[in-house]
C-alpha cells in the first residue's frame, strides 16, 4: 500500500524511526503487532511489514492490550494521534497506565486533528490560532508526558520525527521496557500546523542576541529541542522506596513543564520495579505465562477435534441438588 | 391437583432475603420439586424493598404465578406491597410487633405506590396500616398468622446461652424460612443440610442458624395450614438447582470460551464474576486452562479487547446490559467489517438509558438487530431459559468462528435473576468447531490473505503470532489483504462477500436452532427469549383447565430474520398472538419486515416486571374466546 502522507509530514520520520527499531531488535515479524488509531497516524499500521491493526479512534489501547493480554508472547506496539489518545480516547489512556501491560504507545503528537482539516487538539496551546482554525484556540492544552506520569505509565520519553536516530533508540528502549510505555513525539504537521512547524522547533524566533538565557541556548544549538541525557536528569526509579518513586515522578512532572525555547526530549521517568499487569494476573492463574488464552487447548481429540476439553464436573456437582 | 405453591419472602435490601430463598429453593428442589424463583430489588445496596418469589410444584414449572400461597414478612413494607397479591387459601406469616405500623412509617414506601395503596384500603373502608393491609389478605381468603420474631430470637438466646441474639434481628430471614417450611411440614433434614450448605464456609454461623431454624421450624408445625405439604415429589436424576447467569457462564468455560473483558452493570456482571471466581479450569489430559477476566474502565474497552483476544485466536467474550451495548455499538462495526468472530453475551434490562436499571424488559431486540452504522452481517441469537443458555453458548461462539462475525447472544434479567432447577448440563452435547480457523500457514508467493475471495463469504483466518500468516484490518473498506481501498469495484465485491454470510447462515443452521416449535394451532403465539418460560406454562395451563390447544413458536435466530422458515411453520396459524416484554412488540416489527404479516394480537408487558403465566393465560383466554383487543397490556407484580 502506498504511503499518502503529505510531503514534509513528521509522520515519515516516526514510521522511519519505528521501522529501524524493529529492524534493530530483530523482532521476528510474526510475532511483532502494530495496532494504530484513527487520523493520519492510524495509517502508520499498514506502512510497517508486521501485523497491522488499524483500529478505532480513541480505542486503539483496547484492542492492543486485549490481544497483548491473549498472547502475551507477542511484541505490542500502539500508534495514535494526540487527538486521538489525548482526546476521545484520555479514558482508555489513563486506564491503560494503571494496569501497565507490557507493551509501548506512541502518540504522534502535531497540535492539529489534521485528517479532519486542522481543528484544534488536544494538546494545542491556549489562545494559539494555527492556520485552518477560525479563532485561537479556547481550551489549556493537555500535558501528555504528566498525563502518562500521573496515570502509571512506568516508561515515559519525548522525541521529535525529524530526529529518526534519537527516535529510533527511543523505541528500542520503549519496546524493551517491562511495562507500558509511553513515548510522546513531537510531530510538526506542515499542512495545518503552521506555528510549532519545523522552523519553530529548529529556533527561529530565538537569536544570540534575544531575550533570556533559554532563547539564546537555543539560538547557540539551532534548536528549540534538548536531549535529556545530555543533562545531568536522572529519570531511573533505583529501588522499591515511596521517597524515591515520589522524587522520580515529581521530577518527571516538574520537567514535562518545560516549554518554549527549551523542550525536553528522552526519558522522562523509567520504573521497572513495578510489576506489569501480566504478573499480576499470573498471582492468580499460575500457569498464565505458559498457556494464556491464545494458546490453550479448547477441544480435542487432537488438534481439529470438536469435543470440549474442559472438565466441569466438579461445578456441576456442586449445583446437583 | 398436586403440589403448586408460590411462596414469597420480603424485606428491605441486605436483610437476607436471598439467602432465605436460597434455602427455601434448595429444600424444595432437594425434596424433588420444580423450582422457579425470581428476584426482585430497587438499584439500591441497602433499604429498598427487595423480594423473592419462589414456585414450587411437582410438575415441570418455568414460571411465575400471579398471587402468592405463602408469604413471609418481618417488615411492614413486605404486607403493603404484597398482602393485596395473596391467593384464596394462602397464609401470610408476618411478625405481630409490626402491627402499630401505618403507610406514613415506612420511609421507603414511594408516593406512587402508596397512594394507590392507601386509596384502595380508604375505599375497602379499612385503615392504612399493616392490620388493614392484612385484612385484604384475608378478604382474598388468606390466613392471617401473626408470629412474634422477637419471641423466636428470645427462646435462640435462651437456647444459645447468648443473650446478646435477642436483638439480632439479622437472623429474622432464617427465622422467616423455617417458620415457613414448618408450616408447610417440609421434611427438617433438607432444612438443616441447606444451611449447612449456604453457610459452608462459616460453620459457626451455621450452627447458629441451624438452631434457629430447628426454633422456628417447630413453631410453624403448630400452625394449622391448607397449604402443603411439601412432602417431596418424585426426583428427577441428575436435577441442578442454578442462578441465572450460570447457564452462559458454565456454557463459556465448556466451549472454550478464554477471554472475557467487562465493565460492571446489572444484571451482566454476575455472570463474569462467577467466570472469574472459577477461573482455573480443569483440562482433560493437558495442563490445567483458565478463563482470563479482566474488569475494564469502560464497555469500550471491553469490546475492544475482547475483539483484541478475538485476533490473537482466544474465543473471546464480553457480557453487558444495554447501557453497556450502547457504547459497544461503534466497535461491533469494526469487528463486522473485520470478520471478527466475538460473542457478546446481551443481558437487557429495561430502557431506555438508565431505565429501571434492575428490572426486567426485552427491549433491546430491534437495537441488537441495527446496532453500528453501516451494513454489516451479525446474528442475534436468544435464549428462553437457563438450560437453553448454557447450549447456546456453545453454538454461539461456533457460529461466531464458522461465519467470522459479531454474534450477540441475547439474555435478560428475568433469567439473569431467576433460580430454578434444571437438568444437570450435558456438556458431551457441546461441541467445538472453529471454522477455517488457521493452525498454520503454509508460505506462499504474494503473502495470506486475510480476505481472500471466498464462495461462501468466509476466508481462512489466522490470528497474531502465526508465522506466514500477516495481516492487516481496518475499518476502512479493505482489499483482500486488509489494506484500505477505496476502489468501487473491491468495496461492492467486498460488502457482497460479507453480507452473503447472512443468506448462508438461514440455509445451514439447522432449522431447530433456528426456531422452536412447540406445535402449531389455529390460535399460536410467537415469542423469543425469556416470553417463553409464562408462554409454556400459560398454554399447557390453558390446555389443562380449558381443554383449549394453543400453539408456540419460540424464535431463537433473530437475525438474519428466519423469515422464509417461520412463515412456513406458521401457514397453518390463522391467529398469531405475539407475546413480549416492551411495549412495541419488537418481534412483531420483524414478522411484519419478513413475513408480511403482523401478528393479529401483541401481549405486551412493560413494567419491569416478569410476565406471570397466570396473567398471560388470562390474556390468551379473551383472545382465544374473541373478547380481546389487538393489544393485550399486562401489570401484573410490585
Not at chain 1, 496515570?151 to 521496557?177: E, N, P, Q
Not at chain 1, 499470573?282 to 476439553?309: F, K
Not at chain 2, 414460571?63 to 404486607?79: F, K, R
Not at chain 2, 476466508?459 to 475499518?475: A, C, D, H, K, Q
Request: with cysteine; hydrophobic share 40%; net charge negative.
Amino acid at each position: 500500500m502506498h504511503n499518502d502522507w503529505c510531503p514534509g509530514c513528521g509522520d515519515f520520520g516516526i514510521v522511519s524511526a519505528m521501522q529501524m527499531a524493529l529492524a534493530e531488535m530483530g523482532l521476528p515479524r510474526h510475532r511483532t503487532v502494530l495496532f494504530s488509531g484513527i487520523g493520519c497516524s492510524g495509517k502508520t499500521s499498514h506502512f510497517v511489514n508486521v501485523y497491522g491493526i488499524h483500529t478505532l479512534h480513541g480505542r486503539v489501547l483496547t484492542f492492543a492490550q486485549g490481544a497483548k493480554l491473549a498472547n502475551p508472547g507477542l511484541t505490542v506496539l500502539a500508534a495514535g494521534g494526540d487527538g486521538d489518545g489525548l482526546g476521545i480516547g484520555a479514558g482508555h489512556f489513563v486506564a491503560a497506565g494503571r494496569r501497565n501491560v507490557d507493551m509501548t504507545y506512541i502518540i504522534f503528537d502535531n497540535g492539529v486533528y489534521g485528517l479532519t482539516k486542522g481543528q484544534a487538539s488536544p494538546t494545542l496551546k491556549l489562545g494559539e490560532k494555527t492556520k485552518s482554525l477560525p479563532s485561537p484556540n479556547t481550551n489549556y492544552a493537555v500535558n501528555p508526558i504528566g498525563l502518562a506520569v500521573a496515570s502509571g505509565f512506568t516508561f515515559v520519553a519525548r522525541g521529535y520525527a525529524y530526529d529518526v536516530r534519537h527516535l529510533k533508540d527511543l523505541i528500542v528502549a520503549a519496546v524493551r521496557h517491562r511495562g507500558l510505555a509511553f513515548l510522546d513525539v513531537l510531530q510538526p504537521c506542515p499542512t495545518y500546523n503552521d506555528i510549532n512547524t519545523r522552523d519553530w522547533y529548529a529556533g527561529a524566533g530565538c537569536g544570540p542576541e534575544q531575550g533570556g538565557e533559554g532563547e539564546r541556548e537555543a539560538a547557540a544549538r539551532h534548536s528549540r529541542i534538548y536531549k535529556l541525557e545530555d543533562t545531568d536528569y536522572d529519570p531511573e526509579v533505583h529501588f522499591s522506596e515511596e521517597s524515591e518513586v515520589n522524587a522520580r515522578l515529581s521530577q518527571a512532572l516538574v520537567k514535562s513543564l518545560e516549554w518554549g525555547d527549551r523542550i525536553p526530549t528522552g526519558v522522562f521517568y523509567r520504573n521497572e520495579i513495578i510489576t506489569p499487569y501480566e504478573g499480576r494476573i499470573t498471582d492468580a492463574i499460575p500457569n498464565y505465562a505458559e498457556n494464556p488464552p491464545a494458546a490453550q487447548r479448547i477441544a480435542g481429540p487432537g488438534l481439529t477435534g470438536t469435543e470440549p476439553s474442559t472438565d466441569v464436573s466438579a461445578l456441576l456437582d456442586s449445583l446437583e441438588i | 391437583m398436586g403440589t403448586d405453591v408460590s411462596w414469597l419472602i420480603g424485606g428491605p435490601q441486605g436483610s437476607g432475603v436471598e439467602s432465605a430463598a436460597n434455602i427455601f429453593s434448595r429444600v424444595c428442589a432437594s425434596v424433588g420439586y420444580s423450582v422457579y424463583g425470581k428476584r426482585e430489588f430497587y438499584s439500591n445496596i441497602k433499604g429498598e424493598h427487595s423480594y423473592f418469589a419462589v414456585r414450587v410444584a411437582d410438575r415441570i414449572i418455568r414460571s411465575n404465578v400471579s398471587g402468592v400461597t405463602v408469604m413471609v414478612s418481618y417488615d411492614a413494607e413486605t404486607i403493603f406491597r404484597h398482602a393485596i397479591d395473596m391467593a384464596q387459601g394462602g397464609d401470610v406469616l408476618y411478625d405481630s410487633a409490626l402491627d402499630d405500623v401505618s403507610t406514613g412509617d415506612v420511609r421507603t414506601l414511594d408516593g406512587p405506590f402508596r397512594a394507590r395503596l392507601e386509596e384502595r384500603l380508604s375505599s375497602a373502608g379499612r385503615p392504612c396500616t399493616v392490620p388493614g393491609a392484612l385484612a385484604e389478605a384475608a378478604a382474598a381468603g388468606a390466613s392471617v398468622v401473626p408470629v412474634q420474631f422477637g419471641a423466636l430470637l428470645e427462646r435462640l438466646a435462651e437456647e444459645a446461652g447468648n443473650p446478646r441474639l435477642k436483638g439480632m434481628k439479622r437472623m429474622f430471614n432464617v427465622l422467616g424460612v423455617s417458620l415457613s417450611l414448618g408450616l408447610m411440614r417440609a421434611p427438617r433434614g433438607p432444612l438443616e443440610d441447606a444451611i449447612g450448605a449456604i453457610f459452608a464456609k462459616k460453620p459457626q454461623v451455621a450452627e447458629l442458624n441451624k438452631l434457629a431454624a430447628r426454633i422456628a421450624y417447630g413453631r410453624g408445625e403448630e400452625i394449622d395450614s391448607p397449604c402443603g405439604p411439601l412432602a417431596g415429589a418424585e426426583k428427577a436424576t441428575r436435577t441442578m438447582l442454578v442462578q441465572g447467569h450460570q447457564g452462559t457462564a458454565i456454557g463459556k468455560m465448556v466451549c472454550g470460551c478464554r477471554m472475557q473483558p467487562y465493565y460492571p452493570i446489572t444484571p451482566a456482571s454476575d455472570e463474569s464474576v462467577y467466570l472469574e471466581s472459577n477461573q482455573i479450569l480443569s483440562v482433560r489430559g493437558h495442563r490445567p486452562g483458565s478463563s482470563l477476566v479482566v474488569q475494564t474502565e469502560d464497555e469500550i474497552c471491553a469490546i475492544g479487547m475482547a475483539i483484541g483476544g478475538a485476533l490473537a485466536g482466544a474465543r473471546s467474550a464480553t457480557c453487558t446490559s444495554g447501557p453497556g451495548f450502547s457504547l459497544m455499538a461503534e466497535m461491533l462495526g469494526w469487528a463486522g467489517i473485520n470478520e471478527v468472530p466475538l460473542v457478546v453475551t446481551l443481558y437487557q434490562r429495561s430502557g431506555p438509558s438508565t431505565g429501571l436499571p434492575t428490572r426486567h424488559g426485552q427491549d433491546d431486540l430491534l437495537f441488537a438487530v441495527h446496532a453500528g452504522h453501516g451494513e454489516f452481517p451479525r446474528m442475534v441469537y436468544a435464549s428462553g431459559d437457563v438450560e437453553e443458555s448454557f447450549y447456546d453458548t456453545g453454538r454461539c461462539f461456533n457460529y461466531a468462528e464458522k461465519y467470522q462475525l459479531p454474534v450477540i447472544h441475547m439474555m435478560d434479567k428475568l433469567i439473569a435473576s431467576s433460580v430454578t432447577t434444571c437438568p444437570r448440563f450435558d456438556p458431551s452435547r457441546v461441541s467445538v468447531r472453529r471454522g477455517k480457523l488457521l493452525r498454520e500457514v503454509p508460505p506462499t508467493e504474494g503473502g495470506y490473505r486475510r480476505f481472500a475471495r471466498a464462495e461462501d463469504g468466509v476466508s481462512p483466518r489466522s490470528v497474531l503470532g502465526l508465522e506466514n500468516g500477516i495481516f492487516w484490518n481496518t475499518g476502512d473498506e479493505s482489499d483482500e489483504r486488509g489494506h484500505i481501498t477505496e476502489d468501487p469495484v473491491v468495496r461492492a465485491e467486498m460488502m457482497d462477500k460479507r453480507l452473503m454470510k447472512e443468506g448462508r447462515i438461514l440455509e445451514e443452521v439447522p432449522k431447530e436452532e433456528q426456531v422452536a416449535s412447540y406445535g402449531v394451532r389455529g390460535h399460536t403465539v410467537v415469542c423469543w427469549g425469556s416470553a417463553k418460560g409464562p408462554a409454556l406454562d400459560a398454554i399447557s395451563m390453558l390446555k389443562e383447565e380449558d381443554g383449549v390447544d394453543v400453539g408456540l413458536v419460540q424464535v431463537k435466530l433473530l437475525w438474519p430474520f428466519p423469515a422464509a422458515l417461520l412463515g412456513s411453520l406458521l401457514e397453518d396459524a390463522s391467529v398469531i398472538i405475539d407475546v413480549e416484554a416492551n411495549q412495541t412488540g419488537q418481534l412483531g416489527a420483524l414478522m411484519r419486515q419478513g413475513l408480511g404479516r403482523d401478528p393479529d394480537h401483541y401481549i405486551s408487558k412493560y413494567t419491569g416486571r416478569a410476565i406471570t403465566c397466570t396473567e398471560l393465560l388470562g390474556a390468551l383466554r379473551r383472545i382465544v374466546s374473541g373478547k380481546a383487543g389487538k393489544r393485550e397490556v399486562l401489570v401484573h407484580g410490585a
